[in-house]
């Protein structure tokens, strides 16, 4: 699996756009990208996903360039509830693969 | 949306006994689910991939005869740690694959054990 490289941590204040940037130079074609959020003393939860180019959902956006060997999590207008921990994971789509999880991003966000 | 679930939610025992920890896919059917284990300030650590009707695969370094897992049908997996010493005191995660589904993973809440 694409190994990926994630900020340690960010920070930033309430109503402004977050980006995260993920790297995974070593992503193989069959591939997707996925973000997950990850409250303390809670299971992750689906953010968002993407193959290529842009998606785009209620909570979030995800960039993802031509030659797909990084992606981009945007959060427009965050507030204190998004502070968590947001985990960029690259698998294939095959059914059955596991998700192996880096180190990911801690997120703080302040009034 | 589909809902993962896990049972208890946190539990403490003595060293030595054991602990069955439950995962259930409460909405949809999971051919496949995956367990994880998460120490604090860490990320989430897989510990095997388990199949309805057929024998978990466990990743490197953790051992299946102390971590049982029994996936006896399409919405239920089980975790159970035998022997219970201090160090498996951990954050304890499942997650389950929907049939229909190719690559997005849903999340239970997680399971507390503390080994005493």
């Known amino acids: 699996l694409a190994k990926t490289t994630q900020p340690i941590s960010m920070d930033s204040y309430e109503g402004q756009e977050v980006n995260i940037t993920c790297s995974h130079n070593?992503?193989?074609?069959?591939?997707?990208i996925t973000w997950y959020q990850q409250f303390p003393s809670q299971g992750p939860r689906f953010i968002i996903q993407?193959?290529?180019t842009k998606v785009t959902n209620e909570v979030a956006s995800l960039f993802i360039p031509a030659d797909r060997k990084s992606s981009t999590l945007s959060l427009p207008r965050v507030s204190l509830s998004d502070t968590a921990v947001y985990y960029c994971l690259v698998g294939s789509n095959q059914a059955g693969t596991a998700l192996i999880f880096g180190k990911g991003t801690t997120l703080s966000v302040s009034s | 949306g589909a809902v993962v679930s896990q049972h208890p939610s946190w539990v403490i025992c003595k060293s030595g006994t054991s602990v069955k920890i439950e995962c259930r896919s409460l909405?949809?059917?999971?051919?496949?689910m995956f367990w994880y284990r998460q120490f604090p300030k860490q990320s989430l650590m897989l510990m095997a991939t388990s199949n309805e009707g057929s024998k978990a695969t466990y990743e490197q370094g953790v051992e299946k005869d102390k971590f049982l897992i029994n996936h006896a049908s399409l919405t239920l997996s089980t975790l159970t740690v035998t022997s219970a010493h201090p160090e498996d005191s951990s954050f304890y995660i499942c997650s389950a694959l929907p049939q229909r589904e190719r690559y997005e993973q849903y999340f239970g809440p997680g399971t507390r054990l503390t080994v005493t």
């Open positions: 909405d949809f059917q999971a051919t496949t």
């Open positions: 993407g193959y290529k």
């Open positions: 070593n992503i193989a074609t069959n591939d997707y």
